[in-house]
């Protein structure tokens, strides 16, 4: 089993910038893909970023070029790095990390609130 405790939410201004953390209860394997997903109030959840055990990453169109998804599986951990940050990408931010054979764990979400 493991368990996923995303951090590093709260409260900035339009064009800061935030950096989430996901940290893993359990060791994170090479074959394990990582991901952020976001959902905001009335809509439904949505793919961020994903990273790979090959450090390949994919985003969002909506997000290119201002998020960077990193991992560090030496800590269990993935990061969500976000910079420019827009009044359109308040959200709770989910962290899921899907193994090989499909089975997948998800956090419990930390909250992005970006003011105009």
């Known amino acids: 089993q493991v368990q996923l405790v995303e951090s590093g939410g709260g409260l900035v201004q339009a064009g800061g910038s935030l950096r989430l953390s996901c940290a893993a209860s359990?060791?994170?394997?090479?074959?394990?893909?990582m991901g952020w997903y976001r959902q905001a109030p009335g809509k439904e959840r949505e793919l961020v970023a994903t990273i790979t055990n090959g450090d390949s990453a994919n985003y969002a169109d909506s997000v290119k070029g201002r998020f960077t998804i990193s991992r560090d599986d030496a800590k269990s951990t993935v990061y969500l790095q976000m910079r420019d940050l827009k009044p359109e990408d308040t959200a709770v931010y989910y962290c899921?990390?899907?193994?090989?054979?499909?089975?997948?764990?998800w956090g419990k979400g930390t909250l992005v609130t970006v003011s105009s």
């Open positions: 359990g060791s994170i394997l090479n074959s394990d893909s």
């Open positions: 899921k990390l899907r193994r090989l054979w499909g089975q997948e764990y």
